[in-house]
């Protein structure tokens, strides 16, 4: 991994771009980010997306998550391969979870799915299933029976 990142800050990044799976347990954020997202080509175009951003929603915050998220696949050796898009019709109810704010795009996201459920979490825990029982409980459920909680939202 040492001898990636020394390659990486020398200005090849191709060492975090593994042929299969996850070469180190925490890349799975960048190769995420940079494979999913279109992302600005350099610098000065992700500073004129920030301003615009600021302009039309200067209290959502979403610029230094944009920035931070997007500066390092700058120069990202693969082209985006999965590009947002609408979900596919047809799909069961799926189970969503999220902590405070981010519960509210998993619901933006499953209100495309019919019958589909969000836990949501009042509080910290970006990963909910190791640091909550109640959404774990929920999650074990939809995993091992199919079965979802009877309300379109719970909290936990």
Not at 34 to 49: F, Q, V, Y
Request: charged letters at 15%; aromatic letters at 6%.
């Amino acid at each position: 991994m040492a001898r990636d990142i020394r390659a990486a800050v020398a200005g090849d990044a191709s060492g975090f771009v593994p042929e299969r799976g996850l070469r180190y347990p925490d890349q799975s954020t960048g190769v995420t980010e940079c494979l999913d997202w279109p992302r600005p080509s350099g610098r000065a175009e992700l500073e004129s997306l920030v301003a615009r951003l600021r302009k039309v929603a200067p209290d959502a915050g979403a610029a230094n998550t944009l920035a931070t998220g997007s500066l390092g696949c700058v120069g990202w050796p693969v082209p985006v391969t999965n590009p947002p898009a609408p979900l596919p019709k047809g799909l069961p109810p799926m189970l969503g979870a999220g902590a405070w704010g981010e519960s509210d795009a998993v619901q933006r996201v499953l209100a495309q799915v019919p019958g589909s459920v969000t836990v949501r979490h009042e509080g910290p825990g970006h990963t909910l299933y190791g640091v909550n029982a109640c959404a774990r409980a929920h999650i074990n459920r939809y995993f091992t029976d199919g079965a979802l909680p009877t309300a379109a939202t719970v909290t936990c």
